[in-house]
Nanobody, 128 residues
Framework: QVQLAESGGGLVQAGDSLRLSCAASGLTFNIYAMGWFRQAPGKERDFVGTIKWSTGFIYYADSVKGRFTISRDNAKNTVYLQINSLKPEDTAVYYC?????????????????????WGQGTQVTVSS
């Protein structure tokens, strides 16, 4: 079965950086999209970004462009989320997600219901 395991969260100060990791197992290479959602206290889960594994194309939410970077390590079957210049508003549980996406034309990547596989989440807390 597909399993996703996030790590790298923690308590940091505004302006710090973090790199979150998501190690995946059970995925079929090149036919999945992997990415990140986050859920701040009292809010719904929001799309952060995702990468189409086959093409390497990355899609970001407008709210995180310029500070968040998604990358991957094919050998480790791992996706990363580099977060720079953290702000208190970035405080959230960050979830790794994956879905089958065997077509470059697949645009169903922005909603929680678009993803079949979810990690348990890693907490990022940013103090001011």
């Amino acid at each position: 079965q597909v399993q996703l395991a996030e790590s790298g969260g923690g308590l940091v100060q505004a302006g710090d950086s973090l790199r979150l990791s998501c190690a995946a197992s059970g995925l079929t290479f090149n036919i999945y999209a992997m990415g990140w959602f986050r859920q701040a206290p009292g809010k719904e889960r929001d799309f952060v970004g995702t990468i189409k594994w086959s093409t390497g194309f990355i899609y970001y939410a407008d709210s995180v462009k310029g500070r968040f970077t998604i990358s991957r390590d094919n050998a480790k079957n791992t996706v990363y989320l580099q977060i720079n210049s953290l702000k208190p508003e970035d405080t959230a549980v960050y979830y790794c997600v994956a879905k089958r996406s065997d077509s470059p034309q697949d645009r169903n990547i922005y909603g929680t219901t678009d993803y079949a596989y979810w990690g348990q989440g890693t907490q990022v807390t940013v103090s001011s």
